[in-house]
């Protein structure tokens, strides 16, 4: 009550309408990944959780894709014998064309390291760590640690079901190759826990996005040079061993396991070079290239690192493994040094046919993103077009998605991308990795609970520290029942009356004891009847018998 001590007229604002409560924003995904660079304006902002809205903005941020490196095979004639494409071990940049491709909106970006860096799970382990920092996103991206060996990569996605079981305001989405072996595999590393907050789609895209590259990261072999040398050269691992000698013999490599402290080299009077001593577990490509720098009889042969932080394994068998000739030493050439002839566009032509597989998964977060914007996040995720794509990299059959779908043994469903005649490619699954759930099986239930939890959580803070009594339990429920009407009118609740759709509960000898009030509690009961998608529609058919 105010104190009036002077004569005057006041005017007191007396408030009348209840709070209200603000949605959350329901899909703003986190990547997480290695970029080229990390700058915003001129400074560093590696490791940190930076929100863009465009791709142009990822571009000026973040900088460009990591170059592919292409082997061109040409006759004498000039003609095309056969292309091959090493693709980036990063494709960040791609992913996150992909998503604004697909009706994506503003995202974050994690940026663990640049390209020379260490591609490893600690890596992705600090990004969640970051992640775990920011209130903002509500869908984990994992598609970079997809390409981390099995084991490291299901910890991974451990690691994010947990944080979204902790924090209640994000979900998963995983990927999983192409097939029903890696699928169990997944459904085996992943583990029980947590389920609810995630879920998993194969197989990857064959998307229309065409791979980066300079012209002189493009080799070109002339397979049918007449010179009297020849260059020879195989791919083991991450590295690449070439020869170069006379055009008629036929260099080998053998790379024997043992228990030795170093590794060893010898080559042999018959062109054989025998790589000693790596460890059962592998060696790192980088420490059997210090290793070969350091021997001194290293002859005709030659060993680079085709692919960083890989580990190097022995070769099963006694016998050499044959090295492949790659044409005259005359016939090796860039692309850049074409530059202008007829051969030059005829590669030029050929390379803008080649297109970059993806995992799905952010093609899925664009749709997520699409169908919250244009139908509300309880409308299911499914059953919309992927653009930007060519198809899936498997077809996966009616049969096939059975099995996928419904998981008799742990209840893990995996989410299918399918191609269908006159529609497209399709997301064709809702299910979250709580596929036996009854309450929690369906991706648009869980995340519409997350964010009417959310949404809530924040609306009510205003009455922290407000007195808990009756005036201030009913502001809170009025200003919830007035959020939970405007989603049953939108249609995100099911039942024809509102008692039907949900219900809020608060009050003494309702949801608290006397001793939860001493205790500084206020307690609300909050139940919804969240709409569900017909997943199966079953359509019975009889005769029916002439009518006389």
């Known amino acids: 009550m105010s104190s009036f001590l002077t004569p005057d007229v006041y005017t007191e604002e007396v408030p009348v309408l209840p709070q209200s409560v603000a949605g959350v924003s329901t899909a703003v995904p986190a990547f997480i990944g290695f ?28 900088g460009g894709a990591q170059k592919t490196e292409f082997e061109v095979l040409i006759n004498d004639d000039e003609q095309l014998q056969k292309l091959t494409a090493t693709p980036p071990t990063s494709t960040l940049y791609y992913a996150i064309d992909l998503y604004f491709k697909n009706g994506g909106g503003d995202c974050y970006i994690i940026s663990v390291g640049s390209f020379e860096d260490a591609y490893n799970k600690q890596a992705f382990e600090d990004g969640l760590k970051i992640l775990s920092k920011e209130d903002e996103p509500t869908l984990i991206m994992l598609s970079e640690a997809a390409k981390l060996p ?25 990927d999983i190759k192409k097939d029903d072996e890696e699928a169990n595999e997944f459904r085996n590393g992943i583990g029980t826990n947590n389920l609810k907050y995630g879920a998993a789609y194969t197989p990857y895209i064959h998307t229309s996005l065409n791979y980066i590259y300079d012209d002189q990261d493009v080799r070109i072999i002339n397979l049918s040079s007449s010179s009297d040398t020849a260059t020879f050269e195989v791919v083991h691992d991450g590295i ?52 070969w720098t350091a021997f001194d009889n290293k002859g005709d042969f030659d060993i680079e690192i085709v692919t960083e932080n890989t580990q190097i394994t022995a070769t099963p068998g006694t016998g050499g493994q044959e090295i492949s000739k790659q044409g005259g030493s005359e ?24 297109t970059i597989v993806l995992p799905p998964s952010s093609a899925v977060a664009g749709i997520y993103a699409t169908t919250d914007r244009e139908r509300g996040v309880w409308k299911a995720p499914a059953n919309v077009s992927v653009n930007s794509i060519i198809g899936p990299v498997v077809k996966i059959s009616s049969a096939d998605q059975e099995r996928l779908n419904v998981d008799v043994t742990s209840g ?38 997350n964010m009417i939890e959310e949404s809530t959580k924040k609306a009510s803070h205003f009455a922290v520290f407000e007195s808990n009594d009756a005036t201030t339990w009913l502001k809170v429920k009025a200003m919830i029942e007035s959020f939970l009407y405007g989603i049953w009118q ?21 949801t608290m004891t006397q001793q939860d009030i001493l205790e500084g509690r206020m307690v609300v009961e909050i139940g919804i009847a969240a709409a569900r998608p017909a997943e199966f529609i ?11």
């Open 35 to 62: 970029t080229e660079k990390a700058l915003k304006n001129g400074k560093s902002v590696s490791n940190n959780a930076i929100r863009i809205s465009t791709f142009l903005e990822f571009r000026e941020m973040y």
């Open 150 to 174: 099995a084991n490291d990569y299901h910890a991974i996605c451990q690691q994010a079901l947990a944080q979204c079981a902790d924090l209640k305001d994000r979900f998963c989405i995983f």
């Open 240 to 291: 690449r061993i070439t020869y170069a000698g006379d055009i008629s013999e036929e260099p080998k490599y053998r790379i024997n396991g043992g228990s030795g402290d170093t590794v060893e080299f010898s080559v042999s009077p018959s062109k054989l070079l025998t790589i000693s001593n790596v460890p059962t577990e592998g060696i790192a490509a980088s420490d059997l290239l210090d290793a």
């Open 331 to 354: 016939g090796a050439f860039t692309l850049e040094s074409r530059e202008g002839t007829a051969l030059y566009s005829k590669i030029k032509s050929e390379l803008a046919k080649e």
């Open 412 to 449: 893990k469903s995996v989410n299918a991308i399918r191609s269908f005649i006159g529609k497209g490619t399709l997301v064709w699954g809702a299910r979250t990795l709580a596929g036996n759930d009854n309450e929690w099986r369906y991706v648009s239930v869980r995340r519409l609970f």
């Open 490 to 510: 939108q249609g995100g609740l099911v039942g024809s009356t509102e008692e039907q759709a949900y219900f809020v509960n608060v009050g003494l000898g309702k």
């Open 538 to 548: 079953i359509l019975k058919f009889s005769h029916k018998l002439q009518e006389v």
